[in-house]
T-cell receptor
């Protein structure tokens, strides 16, 4: 059974700092991995999607890496801003079956202090 | 994603009442996933539907919960005889096909008094 873990559970950093969020998963047979952002009382916004054959994806100040063999992914945020404050969720789509069912981690609550 | 519409945004029910949550997919999307987010927990998969068919309901509680996605109209997640433990945020996500990117709605926050 696939399990997804995110550490740390919460993180507070001063504005401008670079930071790394971690995600690990127990079953390496994944189809893809996604990082989402969730703002309080709102839905999820997809940030980056990494296919199982890829090693990383970049979008602006965000860079996500994937090491499928070790069951790890990291989300790197450069030059953090107060607007980056949110909960960041990692989710994997398993390789078996033909569905988009995602298994989510419990998230990292990020606070960027001005 | 603004294209996936969920309503209501907030729903308050008393114990024993029924709750109906609606999800209107983005145009062209015929696959719907429902997720539940309990307080202090991550999102958990509930059910996957494709127009008029339930494909995977492995995450649905055995009793009181049902889902449908009729040929016309939104997908409905129905909770009968709600209990306090049903209080959660319920999200739907839609896609145009298997293995394509999911787009999430803003969720329905259900509060059971």
């Amino acid at each position: 059974k696939q399990e997804v873990t995110q550490i740390p559970a919460a993180l507070s950093v001063p504005e401008g700092e670079n930071l790394v969020l971690n995600c690990s998963f127990t079953d390496s047979a994944i189809y893809n991995l996604q990082w989402f952002r969730q703002d309080p009382g709102k839905g999820l916004t997809s940030l980056l999607l990494i296919q199982s054959s890829q090693r990383e994806q970049t979008s602006g100040r965000l860079n996500a890496s994937l090491d499928k063999s070790s069951g790890r992914s990291t989300l790197y945020i450069a030059a953090s801003q107060p607007g980056d404050s949110a909960t960041y969720l990692c989710a994997v789509q398993s390789g078996g079956g033909a569905t988009n069912k995602l298994i989510f981690g419990t998230g990292t609550l990020l606070a960027v202090q001005p | 994603n603004a294209g996936v519409m969920q309503n209501p945004r907030h729903l308050v029910r008393r114990r024993g009442q029924e709750a109906r949550l609606r999800c209107s997919p983005m145009k062209g999307h015929s696959h719907v996933y429902w997720y539940r987010q309990l307080p202090e927990e991550g999102l958990k998969f509930m059910v996957y539907l494709q127009k008029e068919n339930i494909i995977d309901e492995s995450g649905m509680p055995k009793e009181r919960f049902s889902a449908e996605f009729p040929k016309e109209g939104p997908s409905i997640l129905r909770i009968q005889q709600v209990v306090r433990g049903d209080s959660a945020a319920y999200f739907c996500a839609t896609t145009g096909g298997q293995r394509e990117k999911l787009f999430f709605g803003s969720g329905t926050q259900l509060s059971v008094l």
